[in-house]
């Protein structure tokens, strides 16, 4: 099968006033799903424009990833399923016709070699999210793709057979087929603002309640100001509602001004957003020492006192915590900082192991879904076509990426849905 970059050969265009012109496929949105539609339509000799509201392509996809942007993971599609919960199954058929092998070899086929890293994430060897965006702006150009920038979708009409897309400022936009690649409502400042979403249901289509999918959390004790910036790598953290617990994989967590962020914190906030409707808190623990036992911890603790009793308890604390940390764990754990090993009562030592295996923090929010990574929700996955990505509501119309219902936790998964559905959605539109 030629790969999304593939076109037959055929004669230059003539420019023409795009009002007046009727396009094939009109895409809307130049993100990953957006592109990657647009490039795989316009590989069957397909007269496609792309339709961005900002002046430039990707601009949340150049944030993805901490700027490095982790494209896919390395796991079986099932897997990738799994990660999806509910909306998994819907995903089936776009992950196995574009699937994680398929989008690395698109990107080596254009000179962009892939790396996998811890957990199976997968990254350019660049490091740098822009060498993707690169890559997917030559193969739109060397596509012939028509590229409007700073065009924004206000509303659109069905007109016969054909769309009447309306955009800001009077211009209109003919087309036979459309692909709604707009993103979700997070990350606004990147544009996404939920364009998508309100169009979609003005057609006739239903939207899933939307939440902040991969969020950062608001806890109510202050000492986490202290800690901002500070990474915990090898932790495992427990979330406890009244009646759920949630427990995560090792791995690393971040604290910030307001709270804790982090691949763990973040790939299980949605569900803790969704205990903090039914309750006002959720209560956060964290292992710091998630291999040790507690009588491990003890005993280990008790040897490092006897064989250093006169040693400062906040000196022997840096073989065990990061030095920022100390002052704030002592204080929790009410253990005086300048006390030497041989002062520490066994109540006191038992403390320590205590918040060692189970530093609490109150969760009592999260940041907005303005400010979340993904966008948890959307167009209604039974209103959609599994097999081609058409609506089931709306001939001719099809849906991309985040748009559709569902998100998966950190580490490729979301990525990958995107260009994933985005290639099936332009090879159907097509006709291919």
């Keep these: 099968m030629p790969g999304p970059g593939h076109r037959d050969l055929q004669p230059e265009r003539p420019a023409m006033d795009s009002s007046k012109e009727l396009y094939d496929i009109a895409v809307i949105g130049g993100g990953p799903a957006g592109s990657m539609a647009a490039i795989a339509a316009s590989s069957h000799a397909k007269r496609v424009v792309l339709i961005e509201k900002n002046a430039t392509l990707g601009k949340k996809l150049l944030m993805t990833g901490k700027t490095r ?5 390395i796991c079986p599609i099932d897997t990738f399923i799994e990660k999806f919960g509910k909306a998994g199954p819907f995903l089936r058929s776009s992950l196995f016709r574009f699937s994680n092998e398929d989008l690395m070899e698109f990107f080596r086929s254009k000179g962009l070699e892939m790396k996998a890293e811890r957990q199976g994430r997968v990254f350019p060897v660049t490091d740098k999210s822009s060498s993707v965006l690169k890559v997917l702006e030559e193969a739109l150009s060397e596509n012939k793709v028509d590229i409007m920038f700073g065009a924004n979708l206000e509303n659109i009409k069905k007109d016969g057979d054909e769309f009447i897309l309306e955009l800001a400022g009077g211009k209109k936009i003919r087309s036979e087929k459309v692909i709604f690649a707009m993103g979700g409502a997070s990350y606004k400042a990147t544009g996404s603002e939920g364009d998508g979403f309100r169009l979609a249901k003005k057609l006739g289509h239903e939207i899933k309640k939307l939440r902040a999918g991969l969020v950062p959390l608001v806890t109510r004790e202050a000492w986490v100001k202290d800690l901002q910036g500070l990474g915990l790598e090898n932790i495992r953290i427990t979330f406890i509602s009244k009646d759920k617990k949630l427990k995560s994989a090792v791995g690393e967590l971040m604290f910030t001004h307001f709270g804790v962020s982090g691949p763990l914190v973040l790939d299980l906030s949605g569900e803790v957003t969704d205990l903090l409707e039914k309750d006002k808190e959720v209560m956060l623990y964290i292992d710091l020492k998630p291999g040790l036992r507690d009588e491990q911890l003890e005993s280990k603790l008790l040897h490092k006192f006897l064989t250093k ?3 400062l308890l906040k000196s022997i604390m840096k073989d065990i915590l990061p030095a920022r940390m100390i002052p704030v764990f002592l204080m929790v754990a009410r253990v005086g900082p300048l006390k030497t090993a041989n002062q520490i009562t066994k109540p006191e030592r038992l403390s320590i192991v205590k918040l060692l295996k189970g530093m609490p923090l109150t969760v009592t929010g999260s940041l907005p879904i303005e400010e979340a990574m993904v966008t948890d929700g959307g167009v209604s996955t039974l209103e959609i076509n599994p097999r081609t990505m058409e ?19 950190s580490g490729g998964y979301n990525l990958q849905q995107a260009f994933s559905t985005g290639y099936l959605a332009g090879e159907e539109a097509s006709g291919a």
């Design 69 to 73: 942007c982790n494209i896919t993971n």
């Design 309 to 311: 009793g006169h040693s």
């Design 391 to 409: 609506s089931k509501i709306v001939p001719g119309l099809y849906f991309a990426g985040e748009i559709i219902e569902g998100a998966a936790p």
